[in-house]
């Protein structure tokens, strides 16, 4: 068994199958919808994790291409640089998943990297710029180190 | 029983006193009673770390040869007030870069200060008889000028609305990103633990309280600007919404980039995250009681931050701590704003530095105004 994250890009005029119903009925795929947004006539856009067979999910996804839909593996993800965090909680007030939330008794923030969405809407809230994706630039450093 | 200023001093000398935190107090109150309490405590600390955009730093870079009269300033490519003396300005904390915009401005050179960096000084001048030069590029840095002194215009809002959006579309603001539909409720106070909540009719905290500021020793200046003590208060003494504000000032070379930060609100700009810890005496039972209080019965209401809806909602601190509220009968998330892990180090610190002999309390040279009257600027044509 294998889990793996993805999004699927739907063009504007939409697909002809219904794409969740073939994923579980002909590969035998679990899957779990984190992030949902497609309507009529705009490209849509749908994020889930899938868990099956490995043969069986590289299968999925040939046949989801075949549909005209673009799909892209989730490689990179947040990541939270705990040293410069001040634990304010503005962070927590956007998370739609609770992957970053307050400890009730220390008043630290946690972060589950498992229930993550990538939606990276912490990124852009957190006043002190200490949310990322791995791989980019994680905070603004000094002016004259650069 | 009640003690005086001067004997709670002798004892922090004599390291006899004891001090605890305003969260620590509550516990002691609970166990041990008012009566006993008040005559076994001596000092208790406070503390909150929280965005306090009205903040700055005034600094003195020295003269140079032939010297300047310096009219304009940037640091970083950041504008200064340069409207002072010859080599005096103030760089105000929200000030955005000329080249970077909103990502980098008066709060990250004030922090950028602290932290010991060199920031590169840019200053024009159109030239005087006694002042000939009118250009200066050069790097300064908090030891090679010569005063270099934070001074806050308001800090330590005593109290402060919750917020949050009855419109369809996302907004952002001061109080974070507020999502639609009334989607969540952001708040800011290190509540129980806040100074001024400690000492809701400014009995001990006045005109020349020494204070933890930033990671050094600060004190308040004034009253701060908006000061709004006539507040409608519950009948603790609490006031329900923004009420007393502090003026303060204290020595940028002995504050720590632990204790001051700077941040950017998305969408609406930057601000500078101020540490505030001050000691309140406990001169009787009565001062006991202020400092005992607890988040259940600390209020405060929650605003409509699009001004659309004329909201009325009071809810206490206890309820937006748990993580949820009810307004207009659902459930929504609260994050808090302020943050409560730091206040608390502050509060740790303060007490230390008591403990350690290193800080003795001051009388407050005057009153911080107990009734003032706040303007609305008029349109006038």
Same mark, same amino acid.
């Given at each position: 068994?294998?889990?793996?994250?993805?999004?699927?890009?739907?063009?504007?005029?939409?697909?002809?199958?219904?794409?969740?119903?073939?994923?579980?009925?002909?590969?035998?795929?679990?899957?779990?919808?984190?992030?949902?947004?497609?309507?009529?006539?705009?490209?849509?856009?749908?994020?889930?994790?899938?868990?099956?067979?490995?043969?069986?999910?590289?299968?999925?996804?040939?046949?989801?291409?075949?549909?005209?839909?673009?799909?892209?593996?989730?490689?990179?993800?947040?990541?939270?640089?705990?040293?410069?965090?001040?634990?304010?909680?503005?962070?927590?007030?956007?998370?739609?998943?609770?992957?970053?939330?307050? #400890?009730?008794?220390?008043?630290?923030?946690?972060?589950?990297?498992?229930?993550?969405?990538?939606?990276?809407?912490?990124?852009?809230?957190?006043?002190?710029?200490?949310?990322?994706?791995?791989?980019?630039?994680?905070?603004? #450093?000094?002016?004259?180190?650069? | 029983?009640?003690?005086?200023?001067?004997?709670?001093?002798?004892?922090? /000398?004599?390291?006899?006193?004891?001090?605890?935190?305003?969260?620590?107090?509550?516990?002691?109150?609970?166990?041990?009673?008012?009566?006993?309490?008040?005559?076994?405590?001596?000092?208790? &600390?406070?503390?909150?770390?929280?965005?306090?955009?009205?903040?700055?730093?005034?600094?003195?870079?020295?003269?140079?040869?032939?010297?300047?009269?310096? =009219?304009?300033?940037?640091?970083?490519?950041?504008?200064?007030?340069?409207?002072?003396?010859?080599?005096?300005?103030?760089?105000?904390?929200?000030?955005?870069?000329?080249?970077?915009?909103?990502? !980098?401005?008066?709060?990250?050179?004030?922090?950028?200060?602290?932290?010991?960096?060199?920031?590169?000084?840019? =200053?024009?001048?159109?030239?005087?008889?006694?002042?000939?030069?009118?250009?200066?590029?050069?790097?300064?840095?908090?030891?090679?000028?010569?005063?270099?002194?934070?001074?806050?215009?308001?800090?330590?809002?005593?109290?402060?609305? =919750?917020?949050?959006?009855? &419109?369809?579309?996302?907004? !952002?603001?001061?109080?974070?990103?507020?999502?639609?539909?009334?989607?969540?409720?952001?708040?800011? &106070?290190?509540?129980?633990?806040?100074?001024?909540?400690?000492?809701?009719? !400014?009995?001990?905290?006045?005109?020349?309280?020494?204070?933890?500021?930033?990671?050094?020793?600060?004190?308040?200046?004034?009253?701060?600007?908006?000061?709004?003590?006539?507040?409608?208060?519950?009948?603790?003494?609490?006031?329900?919404?923004?009420?007393?504000?502090?003026?303060?000032?204290?020595?940028?070379?002995?504050?720590?980039?632990?204790?001051?930060?700077?941040?950017?609100?998305?969408?609406?700009?930057?601000?500078?995250?101020?540490?505030?810890?001050?000691?309140?005496?406990?001169?009787?039972?009565?001062?006991?009681?202020?400092?005992?209080? /607890?988040?259940?019965?600390?209020?405060?209401?929650?605003?409509?931050?699009?001004?659309?809806?004329?909201?009325?909602?009071?809810?206490?601190?206890?309820?937006?701590?748990?993580?949820?509220?009810?307004?207009?009968? /659902?459930?929504?998330?609260?994050?808090?704003?302020?943050?409560?892990?730091?206040?608390?180090?502050?509060?740790?610190?303060?007490?230390?530095?008591?403990?350690?002999?290193?800080?003795?309390?001051?009388?407050?040279?005057?009153?911080?105004?107990?009734?003032? /009257?706040?303007?609305?600027?008029?349109?006038?044509?």
């Amino acid at each position: 068994m294998k889990k793996i994250k993805v999004t699927f890009e739907f063009p504007p005029n939409g697909i002809k199958q219904p794409l969740t119903y073939h994923l579980i009925k002909d590969f035998d795929l679990m899957l779990n919808i984190l992030n949902a947004d497609v309507s009529l006539n705009r490209t849509g856009r749908l994020v889930m994790d899938l868990q099956g067979e490995e043969e069986k999910l590289e299968a999925a996804l040939k046949w989801v291409e075949e549909q005209g839909i673009a799909f892209k593996l989730f490689e990179k993800e947040v990541i939270w640089n705990e040293e410069k965090c001040i634990h304010c909680g503005a962070c927590t007030a956007v998370c739609p998943s609770g992957a970053l939330s307050m #400890d009730d008794k220390t008043w630290n923030l946690k972060f589950d990297q498992e229930k993550c969405l990538i939606c990276e809407l912490c990124i852009k809230t957190c006043p002190l710029g200490v949310m990322g994706l791995n791989g980019d630039s994680l905070f603004i #450093d000094s002016y004259r180190s650069e | 029983m009640s003690k005086t200023i001067h004997e709670i001093n002798e004892k922090i /000398k004599a390291g006899k006193a004891i001090v605890v935190t305003a969260e620590e107090v509550i516990g002691m109150v609970e166990e041990n009673g008012y009566k006993k309490t008040a005559e076994t405590v001596d000092v208790v &600390t406070t503390g909150t770390f929280g965005p306090m955009c009205s903040s700055g730093v005034f600094v003195n870079f020295g003269h140079s040869n032939p010297p300047i009269r310096m =009219a304009k300033v940037t640091l970083n490519d950041v504008p200064a007030f340069a409207g002072l003396a010859a080599v005096d300005a103030y760089v105000g904390a929200t000030e955005m870069s000329l080249k970077r915009g909103m990502e !980098y401005g008066g709060a990250h050179v004030i922090e950028d200060f602290i932290a010991g960096k060199d920031i590169a000084l840019h =200053a024009e001048s159109y030239g005087t008889d006694c002042y000939p030069r009118k250009e200066i590029d050069t790097y300064v840095n908090k030891d090679n000028v010569n005063q270099i002194y934070m001074f806050n215009p308001r800090n330590c809002y005593q109290n402060y609305a =919750a917020a949050t959006n009855s &419109t369809g579309k996302t907004i !952002y603001t001061y109080m974070g990103t507020l999502l639609p539909h009334y989607g969540n409720v952001t708040y800011s &106070t290190a509540g129980e633990l806040s100074p001024l909540l400690n000492d809701p009719e !400014y009995r001990t905290v006045g005109l020349g309280t020494r204070i933890f500021l930033g990671g050094g020793v600060g004190y308040v200046a004034w009253e701060g600007t908006q000061h709004n003590p006539d507040r409608e208060r519950t009948e603790n003494g609490i006031p329900t919404l923004g009420a007393g504000t502090l003026a303060l000032i204290g020595d940028l070379r002995g504050m720590s980039t632990e204790f001051i930060r700077a941040g950017v609100f998305q969408k609406y700009g930057i601000t500078l995250y101020v540490g505030v810890g001050i000691p309140i005496p406990i001169l009787d039972e009565e001062m006991l009681a202020k400092v005992a209080v /607890k988040n259940k019965d600390i209020y405060t209401h929650i605003v409509d931050k699009s001004g659309k809806v004329d909201l009325d909602v009071l809810v206490n601190y206890e309820q937006l701590r748990s993580g949820q509220v009810e307004l207009n009968g /659902k459930k929504v998330s609260t994050a808090p704003l302020t943050s409560l892990i730091k206040s608390r180090i502050i509060a740790d610190k303060l007490k230390s530095w008591i403990l350690a002999k290193d800080f003795l309390l001051t009388e407050k040279v005057s009153d911080l105004p107990v009734h003032n /009257k706040v303007n609305t600027l008029d349109i006038r044509g």
